[in-house]
């Protein structure tokens, strides 16, 4: 049986703000210590870069709602972000795993709208489980790249990026590497949808014993037939198709009645024109798809996408600048999509400035709203990767939406750069809005069963 923990966490409570849109406001910002350690303690012991196994970081790579106040949150492939062995591209034995939380808001009751910083709410983050990821039967690693937690019927995926069977292509179930960047739970609630860049993958998990349900089949021109352990420098210059290095399926959204995934990859894939990018359909129950093209027109890459209804849906467009990079955070926007009468362009081999792209229009400008109240743009992180409405709450009287966005912390604790020759911390940082009604008309909140999490095996 697992308890509760609390994890102390800093409010801040510095800024108030007018948000870009009159009835979108930020009403709390918390975080989560970069030093703390998750719950699995048989994964304590140091990675291959002296890191300990089972650091609390990176949550911010994806979230998704629970139900109630429950969120569950997943790390990418690990702590890799400081050089140690580039045949491996940095990367460790780290064991993919996602992580539960309480995110309740509460009322603040120091809260003064006349006072600059004021926030009428207390973010208070417990984490409550730690779940490692599993697969039943065997799985491909590199040398010394198997997990010693492995047993007969359970063997664990890892961030390695040796961890895959050159002979095959990288839509092959078997390997054992995994870069999850986004997790959806199921509508009966006892399981999460989480997709990947190395594949790019996407899995069904159980959230009790967290072992591989399901694999769903993405069409074979998303995947390369030359796999590199060295990442880009590599692989890149050896495919002439597939998803790009490290940009793989980035973001995933499920639909609100639980039928449908919808996934949206990073950047183009390697024989598409840069920026226009690929969103997949999966129908959860035949595992039919569909794809849409989508034109980043702000940011660098996509991070994240979020269903509204059964066809709309805000995207997450960024750049790589802010904390961490040493630099100005410039876009970190929200876009509303709508598939509706969208053109399916999976026939297209390639897609170009002739392709039909889905309509969007911004609906959040995060690095305005934050910078509006007073935070520098080189402390917002660089990495706002992790997007996902909440419960709906009522402020003053009035139904509201709540949505979550956190960050990528990349397991590093703390950051040395120009601004801050003496370090500053690097948290995992929640942002929590309030949209109200008229901005998103047709919301539908996604229907999900709750899920007792007192029995579950932590691997």
């Not at 350690?37 to 140091?46: E, H, I, K, V, Y």
């Not at 196994?53 to 492939?77: C, E, H, K, Q, W």
């Not at 702590?79 to 940095?90: G, R, W």
């Not at 034995?93 to 910083?117: E, H, K, M, V």
């Amino acid at each position: 049986m697992t308890k509760k923990h609390l994890i102390p966490f800093l409010l801040l409570p510095l800024f108030a703000a007018p948000a870009a849109q009159a009835e979108i406001d930020l009403i709390a910002i918390g975080e989560v210590n970069a030093n703390y350690q998750d719950l699995s303690t048989r994964t304590a012991g140091p990675l291959e870069n002296g890191v300990a196994g089972n650091i609390l970081g990176g949550v911010g790579s994806g979230m998704a709602y629970a139900g109630g106040n429950t969120f569950v949150a997943v790390p990418d492939r690990g702590p890799n972000a400081v050089s140690y062995n580039s045949l491996i591209d940095d990367t460790t034995s780290y064991i993919n795993r996602f992580q539960t939380f309480n995110l309740a808001l509460a009322a603040n009751p120091g809260y003064d709208p006349l006072t600059a910083g004021s926030l009428p709410y207390i973010l208070s983050p417990f984490l409550v489980d730690t779940t490692l990821l599993s697969s039943k039967t065997p799985l491909s690693y590199g040398v010394d790249g198997t997990p010693a937690l492995n047993s007969a019927d359970r063997y664990y995926f890892s961030g390695r990026s040796d961890n895959f069977d050159p002979a095959k292509r990288s839509l092959n179930r078997h390997n054992g590497r995994f870069d999850p960047e986004a997790i959806r739970v199921s509508a009966d609630g006892k399981s999460v949808f989480i997709s990947d860049e190395y594949g790019p993958y996407v899995y069904q998990f159980s959230r009790i014993t967290g072992k591989r349900i399901r694999t769903f089949t993405l069409p074979k021109h998303f995947s390369v037939a030359n796999l590199s352990a060295q990442g880009d420098a590599v692989e890149i210059p050896g495919n002439t198709s597939g998803r790009t290095a490290n940009k793989g399926m980035e973001g995933l959204a499920i639909t609100p009645d639980g039928t449908t995934l919808v996934g949206i990859m990073q950047a183009n894939l390697i024989q598409d024109t840069k920026k226009y990018i690929r969103i997949v359909t999966i129908d959860i129950a035949t595992g039919a798809t569909k794809e849409y093209a989508y034109l980043l027109t702000d940011g660098s890459g996509a991070s994240e996408i979020v269903a509204i209804n059964d066809h709309e849906f805000l995207v997450d467009e960024r750049d790589g600048k802010g904390l961490g990079d040493d630099s100005a955070a410039v876009v970190k926007k929200l876009f509303k999509i709508d598939l509706a009468g969208a053109t399916d362009v999976s026939g297209l081999a390639t897609l170009d400035a002739t392709s039909p792209v889905v309509t969007k229009t911004l609906f959040l400008d995060v690095v305005a709203e934050l910078t509006a109240i007073g935070i520098n743009a080189n402390d917002i992180p660089a990495k706002i990767e992790a997007v996902t409405f909440g419960p709906d709450m009522l402020i003053g009287g009035v139904n509201k939406h709540t949505l979550f966005i956190a960050n990528d912390n990349d397991f590093l604790a703390s950051i040395t750069d120009s601004l801050h020759p003496d370090g500053i911390a690097n948290p995992n940082k929640f942002f929590v809005f309030a949209v109200d009604g008229a901005d998103l008309p047709n919301y539908v909140p996604q229907t999900l069963a709750p899920l007792a999490h007192d029995s579950h095996d932590h691997g």
